[in-house]
């Protein structure tokens, strides 16, 4: 090897240092930035000429090691719209065509990040803090049936949820046994939405069944329940009162049919039939002797169906608007010969454990929120939660290989393989994780100790190439 070989392999020495020397600079003030992926060093020995008694060394070549496959430290942010992948793989992006208030998605191209600050921009788009657009799977919220045939930009647009009218009401409530007749009870009433999404209030008045004698005597083990929606039915097909009125029954223990697992049918307490007790309308008696104008009576299981324990106690009424617009709507008691539900145990007042109704008024859009399982999903106000869009996590057979842009977002390379989107969690995807971001990772001792590495090397270097230097000179001042 010549002295002017020295110098060249000097200089190459010199040359991958600086590479490294980079590097290092570019991790260390990336170190706080979200999602950034560290840039390793990798040295290669260049050899011009070599054998068993010769050597002509050329130099070394310093390549970056993309480090896009080592997760940064998860932490928690107040954001609700900040995401972060725990394991492996990407989010999907698309890259904005301008900037400025007239930034628009390019869906032409797909590009992946790790950056997960997520938040909606002044087009109801989520976008990441360096501009890229997070894409997902379109969601059909009545059914959640997900469209993975493409990506699309995630956008708020369906800004104001339709009202829904209420289809069933749920009572979970204790009767008290005993009650003695004329014995002031308070109305269970609750909340139902017509379909315009008005709300209505419908009251559930329970009262003992008496005797006709004077006073009256209250009948063991039976009930009415006159229910009322002011506004959600007609004068004219509920009756004199206005009301539907249910005739309810509940066993006293002396049935003694037994299940399969030994125990009654139906107890002491539980729900044993249920029967129509709505009185005959004063115009329609003659005419029509039910007490419903056409069309307008209850659905009740028949005394079949109630005679077999289990059977849903479910009673669907038809309330009729002053528009003459049937809504039916579904009253569940729970089961016969329950012991949830409807019952009559002890007690010294209506215990009502549970009364829900569906249902709900138009609402406008309140917030955004991500699941574990990728799904978008839009809060409205009127307490509905609709799933729009799904967020799949893209894997690379080779995510080292793939190509670094600006903004800590990447592009697919012939080397990383292609794109594998798979849903958060499921076939070694990473899960992902909301109101949280990925930091760096860059560890700043690591980078140091590199630093002093590369630094000691380079000034190595340096003094290769001084001696070189001083020995051509030497030489020359013979040579002279």
Known sequence: MSLFGALTTADAGLAAQQAAIGNISQNVANSQTIGYKGVGTSFQELVTNSSQNYNSPGGVVASPVYQNNIAGTLASSQTATNLAISGNGFFAVAQPTS??????PNTNATFYTRRGDFQLDQNDYLVNGAGDYLMGYQVDPASNTVNTSSLKPIQVSNLVNAPVATSTVTLAANLPSGTAAGTSISPTTVSVYDPLGVAHTMSIQFAPAVTAA????????????????????????????GNYVLNLTFANGSNVTTLPDGSLAFPAGALQSVTDGTPASATNSVANPTPYGTGAAMTIPSAAAQAVSGTA????????????VVQNISLNFGTFGGSSGLTQYSGTSVAVQSLTANGAAQGTFSNISIDNNG????????????????VPVAQFNASQNLQALSGETYAQTSTSGQAQLSVSGANGAGTITASSLEQSNVDIATQFTNLIVAQEAY????????????????LLQVVA
């Open 99 to 104: 900037t400025g208030t007239t930034a628009a």
């Open 214 to 241: 004077v006073p009256p005597v209250a009948i063991p083990n039976q009930w009415t329940a006159s229910i009322s929606t002011p506004g959600l039915q007609g004068t004219e097909a509920q009756g004199t009162a």
């Open 313 to 324: 106690a479910k009673v669907t009424i038809p309330f009729t608007d002053a528009n003459g």
């Open 375 to 390: 799904y978008v999903s839009l809060n409205y106000t009127n307490g509905n939660s609709l799933k729009y869009f799904q």
């Open 459 to 474: 000034t190595a270097n340096t003094k290769v190439v001084s001696t070189a230097n001083q020995l051509i000179t030497a």
